[in-house]
């Protein structure tokens, strides 16, 4: 059974690496890299009817959308889009990055990426995960000039979630921890889905405190 966890705002500052704006940026691309919790197409064998975020009870309410509000709140030109690389998460030795080739064109100002939990924990250091993750960064932006926000997964997976903020320190990225939300069972869909899958995901309160914590990271740059 999942305890809740009080996290201090002390500890939470600990979960957080932002780094200075840098002048003169404007952003009006965003590309948000993650995988089913950014969006997931219907899956009715697994009770799944949306095409959003998964677990979120409407488009509206999962992550991306919350945020592409706030951000076009701010900037209403920004464009926004977002693509589901789980296939990555499972396969990253050998994935072709070539499928990504349509992201890579679109040239974002910011690239917000949010992997993990496809990710097998217990290879991930032998097979180097780490390197991965970097090339497909390097893919992305290859000319280094987007930003970069980096989140590590929703749930548990210790060795996976330090390498996903290694990259960060290493490139010296914004990190944004949001692991500490899914101890909350409330943040989590247990209990609306049958599936065990399904009801692991963010809950549209945890989809609204993942948004909420980019945000507060990324608004500098707006």
């Known amino acids: 059974m999942m305890l809740l966890l009080q996290v201090s705002m002390s500890a939470f500052s600990k979960m957080i690496i932002k780094t200075p704006a840098p002048a003169c940026l ?3 691309k965003v590309l948000i890299v993650g995988n089913s919790i950014v969006e997931h ?3 009715p064998s697994i009770g799944w009817t949306g095409n959003w975020g998964m677990a979120a009870s409407v488009r509206d309410s999962d992550f991306v959308h919350i945020l592409t509000r706030k951000i076009q709140a701010v900037n209403n030109n920004c ?4 693509v589901n690389i789980a296939e990555f998460e ?5 994935y072709n990055l070539n499928k990504l080739k349509i992201f890579r064109a679109f040239k974002p100002d910011m690239i917000i990426i949010k992997i993990s939990e ?17 090339k497909l960064l390097q893919y992305l ?8 926000v980096i989140v590590d997964g929703f749930w548990i997976k210790p060795n996976v979630n330090k390498i996903v903020k290694q990259v960060a320190i290493d ?30 995901h963010p809950s549209d309160k945890g989809m609204r405190l993942i948004a909420e914590r980019i945000w507060d990271t990324i608004k500098k740059y707006f």
């Open 26 to 28: 404007v952003v009006n």
């Open 41 to 43: 197409d219907p899956a």
């Open 79 to 82: 464009l926004v889009k977002f």
């Open 90 to 94: 499972r396969n990253y030795t050998t």
């Open 118 to 134: 496809n990710v097998n924990d217990s290879t991930s250091n032998e097979n180097n995960f780490l390197g991965s993750y970097k």
């Open 141 to 148: 932006d290859p000319n280094g000039k987007s930003v970069k």
């Open 171 to 200: 490139g010296k990225y914004d990190f944004i921890s949001i692991t500490e939300l899914s101890y909350d069972v409330s943040n989590t869909a247990k209990g609306k889905f049958a599936h065990a899958g399904v009801a692991a």
